[in-house]
């Protein structure tokens, strides 16, 4: 079910941009304003959330500990996971941010006759989502060279790196092999595992197939339905410099990629995918383990209830005096 | 469990991974007895002036709420997420990648889908997309969005009061997630109308009103420490001082009650008493702060720092100089992570020095108290006691990490220094079972009472899974922690899963170890048994 209301979300998007372009010419509002409206809630969405999120403090300084911590001089403490500085912390959040490294812990057990459960190591969702992750940031990098003149250093460089195979006319990026494959496999073992098909929403099948529809219409106009490369950048270098140009000459699903990836950036602040912002404020991880060297001050604290030691002596005292314990008050 | 108990082979063949429900969205929960908790005494919940005190349990049709609840619900997470900016990112975040979903003992242990730590999160997610976010708004349950029923509230009571709060989702989670966050603050919520369990309610008051969550009175606290100091006269020949509310003593020491009062608790304060006394220690007890643990952790933030308040009034009343805090697991989680923001800063306290070793304890320069095995690994390292090992020959012994010195604080080394030190047989469990990855008993957190059976053998099926292995392989006969919750709970759990093991705080092998001055010559442990050879129906299974 959440499959089905996923995928015929998906249908729907495309079929407005056939429609919207075929029937009713409407080129300029799905090439002009939607991507710059996408823009526009993208950003002031992120921005929206994280100000609601830096809005509310930090009560208490509670990272999960992986690692001995720094206590006893002769005790080697586990900078990283157990990190006792800022330093410690930034390289912790580095490698989780940049290398899943929480993830790459992940573990997978099983029952074994005799009623035993065995451990082992699970590294697929990990390597699947490093993949997926990467090959998506390189494809956006790559996407630069549509959008600036002159173009950076870092695009040719990537490209090349990308497509070292040197395989085809035009020379196939790998990212563009990688991305697909990741998508499918991420979308797969949400279905195939009871477990994952449990847990799953609408929610998390509709970004897989929008990301995968995104890069499949982008494969396509690189490989086989020849799309007018010039008129694409005169139109992204329109679009960027905010004097917009709608050139005759572009195929239909150029439209729909972009509106996709219009809806994308629309989709992104209402839904999961801000986990990419979220992460860095994550109070697990981005704090460090040294609580009991340094305070840490809860900006709402307020007093509370409480039972002193002069009530509590008030009520025991004949008690204490009988069992010759020393008294404030005799 | 109502009227025979499974066997383990029983209960191991219930358990199913297939999710056999389809849909979560749906809550009906049924009240099985064995796996949930009696609902708070009226009398307690009264005491401590919380809302709602009534005659109900859990398995009642109708829970004589407010007539306002959900209003009373929503404003209460309108608030937390103002409060706690933890729980707005944990809500906005999780992508639902499902590397929790196996690592929870409880669903390990029970098979319940709900139990995944990702899916006992969106339980309160859900209500949140609800009501504060704008997708869910407008595309309810397509967004994951569901509206807040009773019956929503009874899986809540039902799967929040099934967590412990260990957190070893969190260690897995992508994005640090900590459903002890989540289960803290929707306990919380619960409690704003009334619904709690009477084996975290009445702890507290107890807790509130004699300072310790037995309910131990003053003279009943002296007594029992007396009684320890003349059972250790009496299996060593020394008499040992044990002040009590002694002004102007250089440290206060405070543990958990269950030390003086439960087994095998009890024979870790033993340990504790021949070692403050061996190195001349100048320490008091105090009858006011006579409880380490916080179940006021396991209600609310309020009540956490409502319990915990004694421990620095007390050293500030008896003008003592730094803290040693005892063997146990949420106490530290509260003593490390919390204490010093709520009811700290601690200035009328000096930067803890062992008078011993003259070694500065600088990383609790701030909180100033320092966990009891830092201050022996201390002492051993620098060989400032005298240690017989040979006399922990007759345990084959393995180490649990409790969860929260595992992952709230990073203890992993030190109680593994002292084991090592103190005894010839140790041997780790398997790894992904251990230090950071640490499974939970199935009991902490409020969950540790006699009608929740089946669900703590449940959930500590993982734990008593890898001691297996070690008792199998390695003839283990005695699984060490340093948790008072694991004290209480993990033999039961043993005699159900692991016949044969028994359970023992790290400062019980300390006090058998130690070389006394003055001492006669030991023929039995702290245990009364004899000591230096292996028992031998197990010496029949090497």
């Given at each position: 079910?959440?499959?089905?209301?996923?995928?015929?979300?998906?249908?729907?998007?495309?079929?407005?941009?056939?429609?919207?372009?075929?029937?009713?010419?409407?080129?300029?509002?799905?090439?002009?304003?939607?991507?710059?409206m996408a823009v526009v809630i993208f950003l002031s969405g992120i921005i929206f959330k994280l100000i609601g999120w830096a809005r509310s403090p930090v009560p208490f300084r509670i990272p999960t500990i992986a690692g001995q911590q720094k206590s006893l001089g002769w005790i080697k403490s586990s900078k990283?996971?157990?990190?006792?500085?800022?330093?410690?912390?930034?390289?912790?959040?580095?490698?989780?941010?940049?290398?899943?490294?929480?993830?790459?812990?992940?573990?997978?057990?099983?029952?074994?006759?005799?009623?035993?459960?065995?451990?082992?190591?699970?590294?697929?969702?990990?390597?699947?989502?490093?993949?997926?992750?990467?090959?998506?940031?390189?494809?956006?990098?790559?996407?630069?060279?549509?959008?600036?003149?002159?173009?950076?250093?870092?695009?040719?460089?990537?490209?090349?790196?990308?497509?070292?195979?040197?395989?085809?006319?035009?020379?196939?990026?790998?990212?563009?092999?990688?991305?697909?494959?990741?998508?499918?496999?991420?979308?797969?073992?949400?279905?195939?595992?009871?477990?994952?098909?449990?847990?799953?929403?609408?929610?998390?099948?509709?970004?897989?197939?929008?990301?995968?529809?995104?890069?499949?219409?982008?494969?396509?106009?690189?490989?086989?339905?020849?799309?007018?490369?010039?008129?694409?950048?005169?139109?992204?270098?329109?679009?960027?410099?905010?004097?917009?140009?709608?050139?005759?000459?572009?195929?239909?699903?150029?439209?729909?990629?972009?509106?996709?990836?219009?809806?994308?950036?629309?989709?992104?602040?209402?839904?999961?995918?801000?986990?990419?912002?979220?992460?860095?404020?994550?109070?697990?991880?981005?704090?460090?383990?040294?609580?009991?060297?340094?305070?840490?001050?809860?900006?709402?604290?307020?007093?509370?209830?409480?039972?002193?030691?002069?009530?509590?002596?008030?009520?025991?005292?004949?008690?204490?005096?009988?069992?010759?314990?020393?008294?404030?008050?005799? | 469990?109502?009227?025979?108990?499974?066997?383990?082979?029983?209960?191991?063949?219930?358990?199913?991974?297939?999710?056999?429900?389809?849909?979560?969205?749906?809550?009906?929960?049924?009240?099985?007895?064995?796996?949930?908790?009696?609902?708070?005494?009226?009398?307690?919940?009264?005491?401590?002036?919380?809302?709602?005190?009534?005659?109900?349990?859990?398995?009642?049709?109708?829970?004589?709420?407010?007539?306002?609840?959900?209003?009373?619900?929503?404003?209460?997470i309108k608030e937390r997420l103002d409060k706690f900016r933890s729980l707005k990112i944990f809500m906005d975040i999780c992508v639902r990648c499902g590397a929790c979903s196996d690592k929870c003992h409880f669903f390990i242990g029970s098979g319940d889908p709900k139990n995944m730590p990702v899916v006992?999160?969106?339980?309160?997610?859900?209500?949140?997309?609800?009501?504060?976010?704008?997708?869910?708004?407008?595309?309810?349950?397509?967004?994951?969005?569901?509206?807040?029923?009773?019956?929503?509230?009874?899986?809540?009571?039902?799967?929040?009061?099934?967590?412990?709060?260990?957190?070893?989702?969190?260690?897995?989670?992508?994005?640090?997630?900590?459903?002890?966050?989540?289960?803290?603050?929707?306990?919380?919520?619960?409690?704003?109308?009334?619904?709690?369990?009477?084996?975290?309610?009445?702890?507290?008051?107890?807790?509130?009103?004699?300072?310790?969550h037995l309910g131990i009175q003053p003279h009943g606290f002296a007594d029992s420490i007396e009684f320890a100091v003349d059972e250790l006269e009496e299996l060593t020949g020394v008499k040992v001082e044990a002040p009590i509310n002694r002004k102007g003593a250089e440290v206060l020491f405070v543990s958990?009650?269950?030390?003086?009062?439960?087994?095998?608790?009890?024979?870790?304060?033993?340990?504790?008493?021949?070692?403050?006394?061996?190195?001349?220690?100048?320490?008091?007890?105090?009858?006011?702060?006579?409880?380490?643990?916080?179940?006021?952790?396991?209600?609310?933030?309020?009540?956490?720092?409502?319990?915990?308040?004694?421990?620095?009034?007390?050293?500030?009343?008896?003008?003592?100089?730094?803290?040693?805090?005892?063997?146990?697991?949420?106490?530290?989680?509260?003593?490390?992570?919390?204490?010093?923001?709520?009811?700290?800063?601690?200035?009328?306290?000096?930067?803890?020095?062992?008078?011993?070793?003259?070694?500065?304890?600088?990383?609790?320069?701030?909180?100033?108290?320092?966990?009891?095995?830092?201050?022996?690994?201390?002492?051993?390292?620098?060989?400032?006691?005298?240690?017989?090992?040979?006399?922990?020959?007759?345990?084959?012994?393995?180490?649990?990490?409790?969860?929260?010195?595992?992952?709230?604080?990073?203890?992993?080394?030190?109680?593994?220094?002292?084991?090592?030190?103190?005894?010839?047989?140790?041997?780790?469990?398997?790894?992904?079972?251990?230090?950071?990855?640490?499974?939970?008993?199935?009991?902490?957190?409020?969950?540790?009472?006699?009608?929740?059976?089946?669900?703590?053998?449940?959930?500590?099926?993982?734990?008593?899974?890898?001691?297996?292995?070690?008792?199998?392989?390695?003839?283990?006969?005695?699984?060490?922690?340093?948790?008072?919750?694991?004290?209480?709970?993990?033999?039961?759990?043993?005699?159900?899963?692991?016949?044969?093991?028994?359970?023992?705080?790290?400062?019980?092998?300390?006090?058998?170890?130690?070389?006394?001055?003055?001492?006669?010559?030991?023929?039995?442990?702290?245990?009364?048994?004899?000591?230096?050879?292996?028992?031998?129906?197990?010496?029949?299974?090497?």
């Open positions: 079910m959440n499959i089905l209301i996923s995928a015929a979300a998906l249908l729907i998007l495309i079929l407005l941009v056939i429609v919207g372009i075929e029937a009713a010419g409407l080129e300029y509002f799905f090439g002009v304003f939607i991507p710059y990283l996971d157990s990190p006792a500085t800022i330093l410690g912390v930034v390289g912790r959040m580095v490698l989780e941010v940049l290398l899943f490294r929480s993830l790459f812990r992940n573990t997978k057990y099983e029952t074994k006759p005799g009623q035993k459960l065995v451990y082992g190591s699970a590294k697929f969702l990990w390597i699947a989502a490093l993949i997926f992750h990467w090959s998506f940031l390189i494809i956006i990098l790559r996407h630069l060279r549509y959008i600036s003149e002159p173009i950076p250093s870092l695009v040719p460089l990537l490209q090349n790196l990308d497509g070292f195979f040197q395989v085809g006319v035009p020379e196939l990026f790998i990212t563009n092999i990688l991305i697909v494959v990741s998508l499918a496999f991420l979308f797969m073992r949400r279905t195939a595992d009871p477990k994952n098909r449990y847990l799953s929403l609408t929610a998390d099948y509709f970004p897989l197939l929008l990301i995968l529809a995104i890069a499949i219409t982008g494969i396509m106009m690189r490989y086989f339905t020849k799309v007018d490369i010039a008129g694409i950048k005169t139109f992204a270098m329109g679009l960027v410099s905010f004097k917009p140009v709608v050139p005759e000459s572009i195929n239909v699903i150029f439209y729909i990629h972009l509106f996709l990836v219009s809806s994308l950036l629309v989709y992104f602040s209402f839904s999961k995918l801000l986990h990419m912002v979220g992460v860095f404020l994550s109070p697990t991880r981005n704090l460090s383990n040294n609580n009991r060297s340094v305070r840490h001050v809860n900006p709402w604290d307020k007093p509370v209830r409480i039972h002193t030691y002069e009530e509590y002596e008030d009520e025991f005292r004949d008690k204490m005096k009988a069992a010759g314990l020393p008294l404030e008050k005799e | 469990m109502s009227d025979k108990k499974p066997t383990p082979e029983e209960l191991f063949s219930t358990i199913d991974y297939k999710a056999s429900e389809k849909d979560w969205s749906k809550p009906h929960i049924k009240f099985k007895v064995g796996t949930y908790n009696h609902s708070g005494v009226p009398k307690n919940v009264e005491y401590l002036e919380l809302p709602n005190a009534r005659k109900w349990q859990p398995s009642d049709d109708d829970w004589q709420l407010p007539d306002n609840w959900k209003e009373i619900i929503i404003d209460g006992r999160a969106e339980l309160l997610r859900s209500i949140y997309r609800n009501d504060f976010t704008t997708a869910g708004k407008i595309l309810g349950r397509i967004a994951g969005a569901r509206e807040l029923t009773l019956d929503v509230l009874k899986e809540w009571f039902y799967y929040f009061y099934q967590c412990t709060q260990c957190r070893r989702c969190s260690l897995f989670c992508p994005y640090g997630i900590d459903t002890a966050e989540i289960t803290i603050l929707v306990r919380e919520l619960l409690n704003l109308v009334g619904v709690n369990i009477d084996w975290v309610i009445t702890p507290v008051a107890n807790s509130f009103r004699t300072g310790n958990p009650s269950a030390d003086y009062f439960g087994t095998p608790h009890y024979y870790t304060l033993l340990g504790y008493l021949a070692l403050f006394h061996e190195v001349g220690l100048d320490y008091t007890w105090s009858t006011f702060a006579s409880e380490g643990g916080n179940f006021g952790s396991f209600v609310s933030h309020d009540l956490m720092k409502s319990l915990n308040m004694k421990i620095y009034a007390e050293a500030k009343r008896l003008g003592v100089k730094w803290i040693i805090g005892g063997e146990c697991g949420h106490m530290w989680r509260v003593l490390h992570q919390y204490m010093d923001t709520i009811n700290g800063p601690a200035d009328f306290l000096e930067v803890p020095v062992s008078p011993i070793t003259g070694t500065k304890f600088d990383f609790a320069k701030s909180t100033k108290m320092i966990h009891i095995c830092e201050f022996t690994a201390d002492l051993i390292k620098n060989n400032k006691i005298k240690l017989d090992k040979s006399r922990n020959d007759h345990w084959k012994i393995t180490f649990h990490d409790s969860c929260n010195p595992a992952r709230a604080m990073g203890l992993i080394d030190e109680p593994r220094f002292i084991i090592n030190s103190t005894c010839n047989n140790f041997y780790e469990m398997p790894e992904n079972t251990i230090k950071e990855q640490t499974f939970c008993c199935g009991s902490g957190a409020g969950l540790g009472t006699e009608e929740n059976l089946e669900m703590r053998l449940r959930g500590g099926l993982p734990r008593a899974n890898a001691v297996n292995f070690v008792h199998e392989k390695h003839g283990v006969n005695l699984l060490a922690c340093i948790c008072a919750i694991d004290k209480a709970t993990l033999p039961p759990l043993m005699e159900y899963w692991v016949p044969g093991v028994e359970v023992a705080g790290v400062h019980e092998f300390v006090g058998n170890a130690l070389i006394m001055k003055g001492e006669n010559e030991r023929k039995v442990d702290l245990r009364g048994e004899p000591i230096g050879e292996p028992e031998p129906e197990l010496e029949e299974k090497q």
